[in-house]
């Protein structure tokens, strides 16, 4: 009898190009996939993703969902595919669900954060980790301009492909917070287009260099033109935190 398992997967996307299966490319899901044909031993196994994190993104809590025949417990599970797995991607969670499970469709909503080492010189231990900005950045600002992001938009102007029939969000949560030189910003939404988080970040950072001010972000979002928004910023400070379902 046919199962549906939700997996949550976590793991370091650096030696990775990105979570989605590619030919010629070590991805994230292939990984995850021959792992569980081997531990179930059913050739074809089609792992869903909550969504694709890009070449070099992390994840705390990437959720997925596969469809079996094994018997194996959901918590015997977990430890069985780990077994298979290498050192920078784990399984950290497997319990059945019901048939209509979707990993992608039946999330409700998403949470990412975005790291930055704000100093003159790099980090060696921080380096797949988090983005370098060399010049001081100043937070309250970052938090000022922050504030407009959060709510119902059109965001196509912190959108680098356009893939979806819209372009509208509703932004719940973006957090800046800053430890020493450590800057992390905590975004939380109903859904996020391709690249928005990273735009929004190269967007924020150029608030915080006073390159643009808090107050012009209504009119950035207005324009929806991606070329009037910040630079992508680069992927190592991205991690996938959080995927919320009913």
Known sequence: MSRNIKLTIEYDGTDFAGWQVQPNARTVQETVQRAISRITGEPEITLVGSGRTDAGVHARAQVASVKTDTTIPA???VHAINTQLPEDVAVIDARDVPDDFHARYSATGKTYRYTIINRAVPSPLERNRACLVRRPLDVAAMRAAAGHIVGRHDFAAFESKSGDNS?????TRLDVLADGDRIEMTVSADGFLYNMVRAIAGTLIEVGQGRRTPDSI?????????????????PQGLCLMEVEYR
């Open 218 to 234: 209504p009119a950035l979002i207005a324009t929806r033109d991606r070329a009037q928004a910040g630079p992508t910023a680069p």
């Open 75 to 77: 918590d015997d599970l």
């Open 167 to 171: 372009s509208v969000r509703t932004v």
